[in-house]
C-alpha cells in the first residue's frame, strides 16, 4: 500500500494526538503528521496551504467532536468554503469517543466526512481506510 504525504489530527486531547500519531507513524501510513489542539488553527493552516502551498494540504484528516471553542461540525462549516480543487484531495474522518448515535449518523450524512471511527485510532482503523478509501 502506499504511503500518504500528509495527515493531519484535531483533537483538543494532547495525549490522543501523540498515540495517533505514533500509530501512524508506526504502521508507515503517511510521511509526516501534523496535529492541532483547536480546530481554528487547524483551519487557518488549511487556509494558508491553499494559498500559499497547495501541496501542504493533507491528504487526510481526523477530526474529533467535542472540543472547546470551534468543534468539528463548526470546522465542517468551514472546511465546505475552502476550494473544491483541494478539499476533494483531501479524505476526512470522524475519530470521536463521542458515543450519541445522533453525532455518528449525522457525521455519516455528511458528505465532507468518509466515515466515522471511534477513539483510540488503531492498526485496524487504518487498515480499513486503507482497503476501503485509498485504492
Partial sequence: ???L???MLIDDDQINNFVCETIIKSENFAKQVISFEWAEDALNYLKEARSAAPQDFPELIFLDINMPGMDGW?????Y???PESLTQRCCLFMLSSAVDRKDIITAKNMLEVKDFFSKPLSSEILNIIR???MR
Fill in 131 to 133: 482497503e476501503d478509501y
Fill in 74 to 78: 463548526q470546522f465542517i462549516e468551514e
Fill in 80 to 82: 465546505r468554503k475552502l
Fill in 5 to 7: 504525504n500528509k495527515v
Fill in 1 to 3: 500500500m502506499s504511503t
